[in-house]
């Protein structure tokens, strides 16, 4: 029966079952860019729990956490929140297709999806635990998608929700900013011209918070032209003192990490409830380290004791994570209808060139995002 719902060219007849199959782009283990490999015959993902999704992928967007996962970054973490019981043996996430943003249309809904139907065009982050957009088909919860906005492309439109969703949950659920609280903050981004950098300076704009960016010199005008209201090259010697010759920040969003956090904090407010909000930790790293349980225990105590020193200094001291929200891109979509946050597609390429497109996101200094075009 489950072959009704391809097209007759998608299916495969082995000697005893007919499987459904669908092009995408996988990996067989990790590594180096070498281990991407396409093929026509990869599982066509089905609808295992009522409130989920079959989209049509249009359009992928890559983040630098695919080119992490490709070499294995998180397996440990994410194994298990694949297969909570370990039931299957080591290796069971493969054929792994990545890929983290999609931008498409509704082909199929479980019973009990309410408020979307076939054709919708919708957009998506997908966690990193699912299988990703590079591929023609994706499930995903109704919870975590939403409406695209009608006046992006889906090229546009898969530049933004993984970086959208990971700024919201930054900014909003960790950092406590909303529309009414931002109009007299002055906020700090370090590391402002890349994915969420891009994103978080419009989100805060378009929220009236004053802007203040770090980025190499050759990026000031792009990220000026987005919006922020002041940058400040990291490249022309300590970008702290610079930094420091400034008022001081509400809240501090960090995108780059390594030894910023010795000196971020004192850029805070004290005692004004001012936060200082990363987004580079070691979470994954300890438990792809240490195994899930000891990793767990092991970050629990270095955010708490971090969290305890800077308190005792007046100001909060936070880690960020993505988090996938259809609620949080419907309010960005109404944002992107009023013209207040585009998309800032850095390049495009086809469906045939995702190894030059993991290449491309590989040499960093990213201005804005990388997205294939699937279909
Ligand atoms: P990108 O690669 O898109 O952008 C990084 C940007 O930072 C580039 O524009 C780069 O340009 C710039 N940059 C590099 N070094 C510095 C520096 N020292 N000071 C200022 N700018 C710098 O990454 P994303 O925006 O997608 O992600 C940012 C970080 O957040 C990544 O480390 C990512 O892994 C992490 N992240 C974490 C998530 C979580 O759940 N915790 C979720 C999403 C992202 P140039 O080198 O030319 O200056």
Known sequence: KA?????????VRTSSRCLDVMPA????????ND?????????FPSI???????VKVFAAGLNPLDVSMRGGYGAATLSMKRDPLSITVSGGEFPLILGRDVSGVIMECGLEVKYFQERDEVWAAIPPWKQGSLAEFVVLSANEISWKPKSLSHTEAAAIPYVATTAWSALVNTGGLRKENCGNKRILILGGSGGVGTFAIQLLKAWGAHVTVTCSQNAEQFVRGLG????????????EVSLSALEKF??????VGGDTERWALGLLKPWSGSKYVTLVTPFMQNTDRLGVADGMMQTAATVASKALKHLLKGVHYRWGFFAPSGPA???????????QIRAVVEETFSFSQVPQAFEKLE????RGKTVVQVS
């Open 3 to 11: 072959c009704a719902r391809v097209p007759p060219s998608r299916r």
């Open 25 to 32: 782009w996988v990996i067989d283990k990790y590594g180096s």
């Open 35 to 43: 281990v991407l490999r396409f093929t026509r015959n990869a599982s």
């Open 48 to 54: 295992t729990y009522p409130n989920e999704v079959v």
């Open 228 to 239: 922020a209201d002041h940058a400040v090259d990291y490249t022309d010697g300590p970008v």
């Open 250 to 255: 509400d809240l501090i969003l960090d995108n």
């Open 329 to 339: 891109l419907d309010e960005v979509r109404d944002l992107v209808e009023k013209g």
């Open 363 to 366: 040499k960093g200094h990213a």
